[in-house]
């Protein structure tokens, strides 16, 4: 619209702008209900095997975490096959590439990835949280408040065995294929035992689950190392697994350790990987 003088003026209508506004609402609206239901689908929660809920946080002394498959091979054949632990819990979780969360009142399946808690029969404050299933960047944070949040800190000291591929360490030495796999470690400052290994030289970092506990660790001030190992494979290799035993040393006595496992309850957690082409097939 225009004035006499030429000037142009915006023509106001309320009812137009009132549509505009509850069409905005409207779409705010679907969209937080969206956003709610994505994060209560993708949220984590600690399960227990037996039908009372744990009121409580367990009376844990030692938590080992393994997290990847060398790292939690070693657990099953090492030091969860010599007997002695029990499933006591499991985390339950849901992702793109992990769907536990479409039973979370069920336990996992033997041989399927997910989050399983053990405790030691003889002496219950030692625990494992074997974890095999995928954790999401969002879920990381969720996932070590739950967990560490289910055990009590008081005179707590918490231990991660993980894997990492060798491509991702850097070094201004040259690395042979004799020299992998191998150890290094890292630790918060409240830990004050030895470690088994040499640390991790910078400027390397690590990343995913073991970063978040790490981290949670050393805010909270809780005692803890982690030991990474790094290998050129990227499968279960009874090679990798055997490298963590030095760590496991110099963590508690009371995990015992199976120094020479049997070939069969090796092949029940290593797999051949068949090569399905080549340059010369």
Request: hydrophobic share 35%; net charge negative; aromatic share 8%.
């Amino acid at each position: 619209m225009a004035t006499f003088f030429g000037e142009v003026l915006s023509v106001y209508s309320r009812a137009v702008e009132e549509d505009e506004y509850d069409d905005m609402t409207k779409e705010n609206e679907e969209d937080e209900e969206i956003r709610r239901e994505i994060d209560e689908k993708r949220s984590v929660h600690v399960q227990w095997m037996n039908s009372q809920t744990h009121s409580e946080c367990l009376q844990c002394s030692d938590l080992i975490i393994s997290v990847g498959p060398n790292a939690c091979g070693f657990i099953s054949a090492y030091v969860l096959s010599s007997g002695g632990w029990s499933a006591v819990g499991w985390v339950s979780l849901w992702n793109e590439r992990s769907h536990g969360s479409s039973r979370p009142l069920t336990p996992p399946v033997s041989g399927e990835p997910a989050c399983v808690l053990y405790q030691q029969n003889q002496n219950p404050s030692v625990v494992i949280c074997q974890c095999t299933c995928y954790i999401a960047e969002d879920q990381l944070f969720q996932w070590t408040e739950k967990v560490l949040g289910c055990v009590q800190k008081r005179d707590l000291h918490v231990s991660v065995l993980s894997d990492c591929a060798v491509t991702e360490y850097k070094t201004l030495d040259y690395l042979s294929g004799s020299s992998t796999p191998f150890l290094r470690a890292l630790k918060t400052g409240t830990h004050t035992g030895r470690v088994a290994c040499p640390l991790l030289e910078q400027p390397n970092i690590i990343t995913g689950l073991p970063a978040a506990v790490l981290s949670h660790c050393q805010v909270q001030r809780i005692p803890a190392v982690l030991y990474q190992c790094y290998s050129d494979v990227t499968h279960p290799d009874s090679v990798t697994m055997e490298t963590y035993k030095p760590a496991l040393a110099c963590l508690s006595a009371a995990v015992k350790c199976d120094e020479c496992p049997s070939a069969e309850i090796l092949q029940k957690f290593t797999r051949v990987t068949e090569v399905q082409s080549n340059l010369y097939t």
